[in-house]
């Protein structure tokens, strides 16, 4: 017997590949719905090769008799509709940042801390963390088992699919308009993306960080563990989809780049590929569409006494924000809502 689904947010870039990754992953669905804005009834998306959902209107559907929600149309808007699926008894996955922090929701990254997934009674909602967070925290936990960690530095490499479609229309129009000599002037971004790196992503805070920074700092706290120190550092790239991430960890305890590259190739979720010669590392360009957060140029770090760099990379429409959201609705149903 299988699931009745709700995918909210569905004709958006994480909403249609969630609606894949479903497929993708053999998830037992006896119905799909897609649900999205009111300007945006009717559309048609794709839920497989064979069937098209017509999208109805979310602020009007009724959540009643409904198991899971995948849900990704923004943080204000999941707000309101999120505990409302909930109260209706349909537990939801929510990808937008507005429930990460809340104590009584779970952050949950299934390779990471699935054992979580067990207080989404206290309000029906998981969260599903940043993009950014989820595939750090994959290549960080089976480090963190070996060694203990103390202290994270990351510079990100995000690109402009994180900022949604009209980000990737932008990386598109400019790149096309460098070479017809068309306007360039940005409008999703505070500068021009084509060609270029800004140090930016989200807003400003007090303390001279980003959101995007702080949410990583956060949210490692939260899924991994509290002692962790971070400090990232998080830049938008010309790149339409894949993020990368170089990531410096200092552990309490010795670790060799022989016993971190056993530990990755082992964990659950990472695909290690690390030949110390030209192209013996994966690329965004790579990862895109693959499930994996791929880690690369495993080393030490001989500036502290127990430290190891790393470069890694994942999808970050897939595992950053639509897998992770299945695999955890996959636990919540093998688990919690067995039929």
Not at 134 to 144: C, D, N, Y
Not at 231 to 243: E, I, Q, S
Request: with cysteine; charged share 25%; net charge neutral.
């Amino acid at each position: 017997m299988g699931y009745k689904v709700a995918v909210i947010g569905a004709t958006g870039n994480v909403g249609r590949e969630m609606l894949q990754t479903l497929v993708d992953r053999k998830f037992p669905v006896d119905e799909v719905v897609a649900l999205a804005s009111e300007r945006s009834v009717g559309r048609e998306v794709a839920f497989g090769d064979n069937k098209i959902l017509k999208c109805q209107d979310l602020a009007k559907f009724d959540f009643k008799g409904f198991d899971i929600a995948l849900s990704s149309p923004g943080a204000s808007v999941s707000a309101i509709h999120s505990p409302r699926a909930a109260a209706a008894g349909c537990v939801v996955v929510d990808n937008t940042s507005h429930f990460r922090m809340d104590p009584d929701v779970p952050l949950v990254v299934p390779e990471v801390n699935p054992e979580a997934i067990a207080d989404y009674t206290k309000k029906g909602i998981i969260a599903n963390p940043n993009c950014s967070t989820i595939q750090m925290v994959v290549a960080l936990k089976p480090l963190h088992t070996l060694g203990k960690i103390k202290r994270v530095v990351v510079s990100t490499y995000q690109s402009v699919s994180g900022a949604g479609k009209e980000g990737m229309d932008e990386l598109f129009e400019q790149t096309r308009g460098v070479f017809v000599n068309d306007d360039r002037t940005p409008k999703k971004f505070p500068k021009p993306i084509a060609f270029n790196l800004i140090p930016q992503i989200d807003v400003f805070m007090e303390d001279g960080s980003t959101k995007e920074e702080w949410k990583m700092v956060v949210e490692t706290k939260k899924i991994l563990d509290p002692a962790i120190a971070v400090n990232a550092t998080c830049v938008r790239v010309p790149v339409f989809v894949g993020h990368a991430e170089s990531i410096n960890v200092e552990f309490e305890n010795p670790v060799s780049v022989a016993q971190a590259r056993k530990a990755l190739s082992k964990a659950p979720g990472v695909v290690v590929v690390d030949q110390h010669e030209p192209g013996g590392y994966v690329t965004p360009i790579e990862c895109v569409g693959e499930d994996a957060v791929y880690v690369s140029r495993i080393r030490k770090d001989p500036t502290v006494a127990n430290g190891l760099s790393f470069w890694c990379v994942a999808d970050n429409l897939r595992k950053g924000a639509a897998l992770n959201a299945v695999q955890v609705a996959e636990v919540l149903a093998r688990d919690y809502l067995k039929k």
